[in-house]
Structures are given as structure tokens and as C-alpha cells.
Nanobody, 121 residues
Framework: QVQLVESGGDLVQAGGSLRLSCAAT????????MDWYRQAPGKQRELVAT???????NYADFVKGRFTISRDNAKNAVYLQMNSLKPEDTAVYYC???????????????WGQGTQVTVSS
């Protein structure tokens, strides 16, 4: 069974920084895309950033220049460095990974449990 375990959420003042981590545990063959999403109260979940297995990255316009996504393939982990945080960044942040459990398996999306980020003004 594959599980994604997140950490790093916290309460921080506007202008501050946080680093979120997400690691896949369990038996797996490979991981393709790794993404971060967020969901604020009363709003739909939205894509924040994505990184491919080759290391190509893409960001939502509202975080460009402030957030950086990275991955460590040896640790099956993805990170989100968040700088210059704003109150509107307050949300539950979720990681998502495309995982193949064996060489002949199809890619299946797995989600983390979510970690709360609260930015005070």
C-alpha cells in the first residue's frame, strides 16, 4: 500500500516562509508527476505547482516568484518552499503523485492527508 505523508504546515506571519514536505511510503516502482494543490475554506481545490519526473516545473500565476517546488527521487519526496507568504495563501495544502506500483502497473494518483498553512496579517 502506498501512502503519502505530508509535514511542514504551520501558522506564520505575512512575509514569512514555510517548507512543506511529502514523502511516499510503501512498495512502488516509479513516480511520475509530483504536484502540490491547496484548498481554502469554501473554495475549490486548485493546483499550485507541478514537477515532472525529468524535473520540469510549472507554477500557478498566484505563486510564481514566491514558491519553489523540488523533488528528491531517492527519497520519493516532493517539497514546496513558500516565501513571501500572504494571508490569501491560507489553505490546506495537499501533495499528489502519479505512482506505478510495479513495472507493469498503470499510473495511479495518490494524495496526501493535507497540511494546514495559516498566514496571519
Amino acid at each position: 500500500q502506498v501512502q503519502l505523508v505530508e509535514s511542514g504546515g504551520d501558522l506564520v506571519q505575512a512575509g514569512g516562509s514555510l517548507r512543506l514536505s511529502c514523502a511516499a511510503t510503501g512498495s512502488l516502482f516509479s513516480i511520475g508527476h509530483m504536484d502540490w494543490y491547496r484548498q481554502a475554506p469554501g473554495k475549490q481545490r486548485e493546483l499550485v505547482a507541478t514537477i515532472t519526473s525529468e524535473g520540469s516545473t510549472n507554477y500557478a500565476d498566484f505563486v510564481k516568484g514566491r514558491f519553489t517546488i523540488s523533488r528528491d527521487n531517492a527519497k520519493n519526496a516532493v517539497y514546496l518552499q513558500m516565501n513571501s507568504l500572504k494571508p490569501e495563501d491560507t489553505a490546506v495544502y495537499y501533495c499528489n503523485m502519479g505512482v506505478r506500483r510495479t513495472w507493469f502497473s498503470a499510473t495511479v494518483d495518490y494524495w496526501g492527508q493535507g497540511t494546514q498553512v495559516t498566514v496571519s496579517s
